[in-house]
């Protein structure tokens, strides 16, 4: 889906690998957008993982699993990435804290915000895995 030999493609993919943060869009159950900010790994193909916490996001995931996830781009209206996919409750991930990619990319920021790998696992319980299936942007 992204093609990395394309100068878009190659900006994609960076932004999925390096992004600290993207923001996730769910849809609630009447049909308001809600953008949320979130911590993700992507899986170098076509799939993005992230920890939820239990609520909204998980509740607006169930009843309507389309989301978008978008970056914030150069703050000048360029470098504009919208990634669209499906998004499931993924019960064959590893806890937050068992998550070695996920830890990888994240200690330093949840140490940041006081917490430890544990702590935050038992507060981001819920891994959502998006499959990517569109990209868009400029």
């Known amino acids: 889906m ?3 030999s394309t100068e878009f493609g190659a900006r994609v993919a960076r932004h999925l690998r ?3 943060v993207a923001w996730m869009t769910t849809v609630t159950p009447v049909g308001s957008p809600l953008p949320m900010p979130v911590w993700f790994i992507w ?3 076509g799939s993005v993982l992230m920890y939820s916490q239990p609520g909204a ?5 169930e009843a309507n699993p389309r989301v978008t996830l978008n970056f914030s781009g150069d703050g000048r209206g360029g470098d504009i990435v919208v990634l669209s996919g499906t ?3 993924d019960h ?3 806890p937050v804290d068992r998550a070695s990619e996920y830890r990888a990319k994240y200690d330093d920021q949840i140490a940041r915000i006081g917490m430890t790998p544990e702590t935050f696992a038992g507060r981001y319980s819920v891994p959502v895995r998006i499959e990517l299936g569109r990209v868009r942007g400029h």
């Not at 996001?57 to 995931?61: E, H, L, P, T, W």
């Open 43 to 45: 899986d170098g193909a």
């Open 87 to 89: 998004a499931t409750i």
């Open 92 to 94: 064959e991930a590893p």
């Open 18 to 20: 390096d992004e600290i």
């Open 2 to 4: 992204i093609d990395e």
């Open 57 to 61: 996001r998980v509740r607006n995931v």
